[in-house]
């Protein structure tokens, strides 16, 4: 029930939203009370990624972080396991197997142990930045045709990338 309404039956509901009243009336967004991030405009629970990558045979544990900002905000899964080129495509293929596309991570950086505070908690600040290896890759198809090689230079563009 909303003690805040006059209004018989008025509800409020719990977001996990963490907010605050600015001396204007307005809110200020400060984060969230829980783990959850939202990348592209969907909400996403780190716990259930690393809840999957951790049943794959070579994962000794994984943590799921959202790095960058913005537009530019991507999942990267951190993973304790055995030395293995094509670590980033098994786990790939593990995570999509389960999940929707848009909870897959698209880096996988293999560490054999997580960085950790004086505390002995996970030191966030010192995980490596996924490098060129860490990624996923695909095999690159050039474009065929005029019309192909037209689209693909307005996509390069468009989005500055090659």
Known sequence: PDPFSDEAGARLYKTGDVARYLPDGNLEFLGRNDEQVKIRGFRIEPGEVEACLTAHP???DA???A??????????AYVQAEADEQLASTLRAQVAASLPEYMVPSAF????AFPLTSNGKLDRRALPAPDDEALAHQAYEAPQGELETTLAT????????K
């Open 109 to 112: 950086v293999r560490l054999d």
């Open 154 to 161: 307005i996509w390069t563009e468009l989005l500055g990338v």
């Open 58 to 60: 070579q994962v000794r």
């Open 63 to 65: 943590m799921v972080l």
């Open 67 to 76: 790095t960058g900002e913005g537009s530019a905000k991507r999942l990267v």
